[in-house]
Each structure stands twice: as C-alpha cells, then as structure tokens.
C-alpha cells in the first residue's frame, strides 16, 4: 500500500521492557519523524532522520533510540518502557529537499502505547 | 519553551457560520506555517499552509491569515460544517537553523460544529 504506515496500532507492554515500534514509507521522501501527542503537549518531536544513517534528537528523546538504516524504515525503540511513556505515537514523512525547503510532512495512522 | 501557541483548548461553532482558530509563535526564524486536522484514532491530516511572504492563502472554505508584525496566525473557515469537527494543529518550520526541516506543533484546538 503506497504511503506510511505504522505498526502495531496499539500496544501494551510493562515497566522496564523493550518495545520497537515501526514505520515504513513508500514515497522515498528524506526525512522521517517521530512524534508523541499527549493532552496538554500537542505533538513533540522525539528523533528526526534527514535521510539514511543521519539521525537527531527532537524535543523529547530521553528514553528513546531510533535507527535507519533504509529510506523506507524508521523504527522507534524504548529500550526500557516507562509509564511516562504511555502515548499516542506518530511516524511522518516529508519530502524536504535542497529544492524544496519548505513543504508539509504526512502522518501515519498512530501506535497508541499503554507501559504498565 | 512552547514555541507554538494555541490558547483555546476548545471552540464551539454552529453550523454555517464562521470558525477562527488562533496561533501564536515565539520563534522569528519560523518562515512556514501550517494547518493539520486531526480525527480521532486517525493520524493529523495536512490542511492548508502559508509562508511568511505572504499574509494569506486561501483553500475553498478555509483561510489563513499570518500577521507577521503580531506573530500571530489564524485559520478561518467558512462556512463551518458538523464533519469539521476536529482538532486543529498549528504548527511551523523554518528554511534555516536549527528548525530547519522539523515542524514545531501548537497544543491543539479542539473544534465541534453544531448541526
């Protein structure tokens, strides 16, 4: 299925486990993100990838580990969940460029994640 | 640090008439603004977007406004309709620094229109 999709769509896991989520996209675009959305907060930025290999920190990234090593996967890794962690979680493209500077990203579907 | 601001948590419209949905940013390197819509269990969904050189952009029903001077932004749209009913996030990037390329989300606005 052409866009980007996230999985699972819901999770529960406990205190102290590992959990991966995924996200795959299939328009190629360079950059990748992973967000949160918690009452109050809006949308946080965790981690960014402006394209394979290349990552960074957002607003948030305390707990989390992201990898990628193709333009199409950018997984999302609590090495050991936290209840601080409960989120919906949401992965985005965007198809940023020398040529195009300014332009919007797509969203998948969302990981609600409950750590018990 | 909130870079974005949306002070209205919620807004409540009757159908047909007008929605504003306000936004404030702190940040002066932010140079593109957007709109998202967000359904429940759904993803946020791209709405409508402006540059900072410009201070519309009109889209069928909806509109954004950007006064630059205020750094301030607001979506109008008209006229509202119940399947509107969503939350609405503001959010911004800038073409350089240390923003280049990341969008800097509002806390979201909770709209429902009334049937």
């Known amino acids: 299925d052409a866009g980007i999709t996230q999985s699972p769509r819901y999770k529960i896991t406990e205190t102290g486990r590992q959990v991966t989520l995924m996200c795959h996209q299939t328009w190629s675009h360079s950059y990748m993100f992973w967000y949160r959305q918690d009452l109050g907060h809006g949308l946080r930025l965790i981690y960014y990838s402006a394209a394979a290999d290349i990552t960074d920190k957002g607003e948030v990234p305390d707990g989390y580990v992201v990898s990628r090593s193709k333009t199409e996967n950018f997984p999302l890794t609590l090495e050991s969940a936290t209840r601080s962690q409960t989120s919906v979680y949401f992965c985005a493209s965007s198809a940023l460029s020398g040529a195009t500077l300014n332009t919007e990203a797509f969203f998948g579907q969302g990981t609600r994640l409950t750590v018990v | 640090d909130q870079q974005v601001k949306q002070n209205s948590p919620s807004l409540s419209v009757q159908e047909g008439r007008i929605s504003i949905l306000n936004c404030d940013y702190t940040n002066s390197m932010f140079d593109y603004f957007l709109w998202y819509k967000k359904y429940p269990a759904e993803g946020p969904t791209f709405l409508i977007s402006?540059?900072?050189?410009?201070d519309k952009n009109e889209d069928g029903r909806f509109t954004v406004f950007l006064n630059k001077s205020a750094k301030h932004l607001s979506l109008h749209i008209v006229p509202s309709q119940p399947g509107d009913s969503a939350v609405y996030f503001c959010?911004?990037?800038?073409?350089?620094?240390?923003?280049?390329?990341?969008?800097?989300f509002g806390q979201g606005t909770i709209l429902t229109v009334h049937p």
């Open positions: 402006i540059s900072s050189i410009k």
């Open positions: 959010a911004a990037s800038a073409a350089g620094g240390t923003s280049y390329g990341k969008l800097t």
